[in-house]
């Protein structure tokens, strides 16, 4: 995957994924997981990266419940893999409750 290619290419060693319950969000962690993992990367969250599409939509779960999903993630780095309506209230929790940006954090996306 292209996104493994720049993490190993950045020598990010640790990331954290957030992705939808989708099948292309799915299919985004595996692949990118495979490729990651071949390189000597780590996905440091596996098993709690995914949230229901279905949840956010109907706004039983918002932008800062997504963070949520990431406060035990040892890295700075992640990966979001979501549908753009999560991606911005992801990113306008982020910046409006100053959680996991600023420096030392980097954020690959991914949406279909």
């Given at each position: 995957?292209?996104?493994?290619?720049?993490?190993?290419?950045?020598?990010?060693?640790a990331?954290?994924?957030?992705?939808?319950?989708?099948?292309?969000?799915?299919?985004?962690?595996?692949s990118?997981?495979?490729?990651?993992?071949?390189?000597?990367?780590?996905?440091?969250?596996?098993?709690?990266?995914?949230?229901?599409?279905?949840?956010?939509?109907?706004?039983?779960?918002?932008?800062?419940?997504?963070?949520?999903?990431?406060?035990?993630?040892?890295?700075?780095?992640?990966?979001?893999?979501?549908?753009?309506?999560?991606?911005?209230?992801?990113?306008?929790?982020?910046?409006?409750?100053?959680?996991?940006?600023?420096?030392?954090?980097?954020?690959?996306?991914?949406?279909?």
């Open positions: 995957s292209a996104l493994a290619a720049l993490a190993e290419l950045l020598r990010w060693q990331i954290c994924v957030l992705h939808d319950d989708s099948l292309w969000g799915g299919g985004v962690m595996q990118f997981t495979s490729a990651f993992e071949s390189s000597g990367g780590k996905i440091v969250n596996n098993g709690t990266a995914e949230f229901s599409r279905l949840a956010f939509e109907s706004g039983n779960v918002t932008g800062s419940d997504l963070l949520d999903q990431l406060e035990d993630c040892p890295s700075q780095i992640i990966l979001l893999a979501a549908y753009p309506d999560a991606q911005r209230a992801v990113f306008a929790a982020a910046y409006d409750e100053g959680r996991f940006w600023g420096p030392g954090y980097g954020w690959l996306n991914a949406y279909p």
